[in-house]
């Protein structure tokens, strides 16, 4: 649905339709914070990142700086997500446990396959219910601490630390409810947050427009922290073979994506000189087929293309259809954390809280 990928503006003709989906939300939060809906802590301290909006604000490239940090420091990390549009059916499932890859990523959907791929001493497990997903994991692992993918909106499992992404390029999605605008919560719920975290930060005038809707909620830009998602190198899809950022200077390419935000991936190819030809954009978490790749190939041979772009997160759904001779590349991306970075590292190496845990909070 494209009025729900980052940078559209409100559909102010649904706004009433939106009020009605806020009353339905804010009575939902209304009895967890009463107690008429039960919160559950599990035996190990919960780090959550998650977002307010719905389309791809970087929770997966965040999610693994973060286990990262942990797995240096010699905690004992599991990655619990959903799951979205997998196919196995199952309520649990181990994509890894910490030593060996045990599902692909059509059976454990394309992002907690990836975070298993880049986090290889992770335990990573798919399953709906987080609650129900975490002790399973816990009966089975020693784990010091569980990182929750997309938790957010999850308000059944505690957490001692709750993460919000904002994605600076789309500060108009924070103007509205679903589903006249993007927002999954009403703004002000960032109340409950320990951090918000900016990302694709790398405009002033993008975060600027992010801080002043955050000031008309009374929420202290000064606490947010500030992220980029940076060009890597480039891996082949079907060997893995990695070539440096500048080996794609000035080579045509032609990018395909299936992710939340394809604008933000096309100008990732672009600020490292890559010359883009044109590009194939499916919906997020997109499931491709023999007939799709048939057409990119036919595409690609007769316009000139040197390789065909795409990203990590496609990259492991695209590789089977591909043969080794086929130039098919994937963007690798590291994460930065250009401001707060220190305030950060307190939050995910801190104590366990009994509730939130906000540096420099207000009282």
Request: net charge positive; with cysteine; hydrophobic share 40%.
């Amino acid at each position: 649905m494209a009025f729900l990928h980052p940078g559209q503006p409100v559909r102010k003709g649904l706004y009433g339709v939106a009020g009605l989906y806020g009353l339905i939300i804010r009575c939902r939060l209304w009895c967890y914070r009463n107690g008429w809906l039960t919160t559950t802590r599990l035996p190990c301290r919960v780090v959550s990142v998650g977002n307010l909006t719905v389309g791809g604000t970087g929770k997966t490239p965040v999610v693994i700086l973060l286990t990262e940090w942990l797995l240096a420091k010699g905690q004992r990390v599991a990655i619990l997500s959903r799951g979205y549009k997998r196919t196995s059916t199952v309520p649990y499932l181990l994509v890894s446990d910490g030593s060996r890859m045990l599902a692909g990523p059509s059976e454990a959907g394309d992002e907690p396959f990836l975070m298993a791929q880049r986090c290889p001493r992770a335990i990573v497990a798919v399953g709906s219910d987080r609650v129900a997903l975490g002790r399973w994991v816990l009966e089975r692992y020693p784990v010091d601490c569980i990182v929750l993918d997309d938790g957010f909106q999850h308000r059944s499992l505690h957490r001692d630390v709750d993460l919000v992404l904002l994605d600076a390029t789309d500060a108009a999605g924070l103007d509205a409810l679903l589903p006249a605008g993007r927002l999954r919560e009403p703004l002000e719920e960032l109340d409950r947050a320990s951090a918000v975290m900016i990302t694709r930060a790398d405009s002033r005038q993008d975060v600027e427009a992010i801080h002043s809707r955050l000031r008309a909620v009374v929420y202290p830009s000064e606490d947010t922290i500030e992220v980029v998602f940076r060009p890597e190198s480039f891996m082949a899809v079907v060997s893995g073979g990695q070539q440096s950022v500048g080996w794609g200077r000035k080579k045509k390419a032609w990018l395909v994506s299936g992710i939340g935000n394809s604008y933000s991936f096309r100008r990732s190819a672009e600020s490292i000189g890559v010359e883009i030809l044109g590009e194939t954009v499916f919906e997020d978490h997109h499931r491709y087929c023999d007939e799709e790749i048939r057409q990119i190939r036919a595409t690609v041979q007769t316009n000139g293309s040197e390789m065909v772009l795409t990203t990590e997160k496609d990259g492991g759904k695209l590789s089977p259809f591909l043969q080794p001779s086929d130039p098919w590349w994937m963007l690798r991306l590291g994460t930065e954390v250009v401001r707060g970075k220190d305030q950060l590292q307190r939050l995910i190496e801190g104590p366990l809280s009994d509730g939130r845990q906000r540096v420099g909070a207000r009282a």
